[in-house]
């Protein structure tokens, strides 16, 4: 069974290679984000969030997460091995933004509770010869234009890692489709094929 919980204190999670700390919501953020959450998150057939095995949905403020070398602040985290948790920051204003958040988010947990990795070799194979991924989606905290001479991704920050490809690609499915279906880049569309059937 999935609870949602609203902390009405700070929110703390730590685990071997990171920790979560997160503020509680005030009633008008949550006046604002719940009716956005709830009209995307019920698309999901039952059946689908019963096989995402997420036990927590948490809705609180300025996610704040660390490891040894940065802290950053995050809109969503999906928390797979502590809490079985995906947790959300309900301060966000930005309409697009937090439905990109939630479906992004999302999917990252399903990705990862399918095999417990976010490894595809079948996906890096898609790639165009000698293309090697950046250095993770933490490292990529501004919004840059994608070098159009750059084939096989649909933004920017897909080519920051492996796995934020995967959810880049899911989430302009749900939320973008025609420009993830109708994409003019083959490999797109070659990804855009794996992603559905995956799902």
């Known amino acids: 069974k999935m609870i949602y919980k609203i902390p009405n204190k700070k929110y703390h999670i730590k685990s071997q290679n990171y920790k979560l700390e997160c503020e509680p919501c005030t009633e008008e953020d949550l006046d604002m984000y719940m009716p956005i959450f709830f009209m995307e998150w019920c698309i999901y057939p039952k059946t ?38 995906l947790i959300l920051s309900a301060q966000e204003r930005n309409f697009l933004y937090i439905r990109i958040v939630i479906h992004h988010e999302l999917f990252h947990y399903i990705d990862w509770v399918d095999d417990l990795s976010y490894e595809d070799d079948q996906w890096k194979n898609l790639n165009t010869e000698g293309f090697k991924y950046g250095k993770g989606g933490e490292n990529e905290r501004e919004w840059i234009q994608l070098d159009p001479s750059v084939k096989g991704f649909i933004n920017h920050y897909s080519t920051s890692a492996l796995q934020e490809d995967r959810a880049e690609i899911y989430q302009y499915l749900i939320g973008r489709p025609d420009e993830a279906i109708n994409n003019s880049d083959a490999i797109v569309k070659r990804k855009v094929r794996r992603i559905r059937s995956f799902i």
């Open 48 to 85: 689908f969030m019963k096989k995402s095995k997420i036990k927590n949905v948490v809705f609180v403020n300025n996610i704040q997460f660390s490891t040894e070398s940065f802290t950053q602040y995050r809109a969503g985290c999906p928390e797979t091995n502590e809490t079985q948790s």
